[in-house]
């Protein structure tokens, strides 16, 4: 195993422990699709559940550190340089539909960077995460974004309500950190959208770049975040074929 630090030790700890109520959960879900009380109440109460789990365990041994997630929002704490990123589930309508395919992520940002981040898809038991200057991993294997060079050859991950007027051959997965995360291992080839929010995306931003990703991010308004990822050979050609995005 690759030597990691303590503080993406303290993530993968967390991640694996707030996952065993994200598993149970999600095979709960079929009784709750008859019952009285839906569905989405359900799938807010796991939310909250694993991003209480995910900062208990974050605070046992960085009490200081802020944090930015997704259900309780901006925690500014002593030490305002350090931030923890989290997104309990990233893929909540997959969650809801008993589609199996969504994640934990969880990044810490330094110094308004990103130094590490972790994307954990429980139910399918694959961990991806990268520290900065040290590479990106999928379940202690270097990772490395693809290398084709024709456009044709590729497959490009989006989400949201875009509609693309391009020759891009494309997948809606409804997990924009999973995407990320497979941009990184190679999977996908590259990856569009906009809309995001930081949790969405904070873990998935140091993967692509330490598997060797081009990455870019800009804010539109209300703090939107728009994301184009893919690996250097592809990322121009896919830009290109991006008109009205």
Not at 38 to 51: C, I, L, R
Not at 139 to 159: D, M, P, W
Request: some cysteine; glycine content about 6%; hydrophobic content about 40%.
């Amino acid at each position: 195993m690759n030597s990691i630090s303590p503080n993406l030790n303290i993530m993968i700890k967390a991640a694996e422990k707030a996952s065993k109520i994200l598993i149970r959960d999600f095979g709960e879900l079929e009784k709750l699709q008859v019952s009285s009380k839906g569905p989405s109440d359900f799938v807010t109460s796991s939310d909250k559940k694993v991003e209480k789990i995910i900062i208990e365990e974050l605070t046992k041994s960085k009490k200081k550190f802020s944090i930015l997630s997704e259900e309780i929002g901006e925690v500014k704490n002593l030490d305002k340089n350090n931030y923890w990123i989290i997104d309990p589930i990233d893929g909540t309508t997959n969650f809801l539909h008993g589609i199996p395919h969504f994640a934990i992520s969880i990044a810490l940002k330094s110094k308004e960077e990103i130094i590490s981040g972790l994307i954990f898809d429980p139910i399918k038991n694959e961990m991806f995460y990268a520290e900065k200057n040290n590479g990106a991993f999928f379940n202690n294997q270097r990772i490395r974004v693809s290398n084709k060079k024709k456009i044709n050859e590729c497959l490009f991950a989006t989400g949201g309500k875009i509609e693309i007027n391009s020759i891009l051959n494309t997948r809606k997965s409804g997990s924009a950190a999973l995407d990320m995360a497979y941009v990184g291992a190679g999977r996908y080839d590259g990856y569009f959208q906009r809309k995001l929010n930081i949790w969405d995306i904070a873990a998935g931003i140091i993967i692509v770049k330490e598997a060797g990703g081009k990455i870019d991010i800009s804010d539109s308004s209300n703090k939107e975040l728009k994301v184009l990822a893919a690996s250097n050979s592809i990322y121009e050609k896919m830009l290109q074929n991006l008109t009205n995005f």
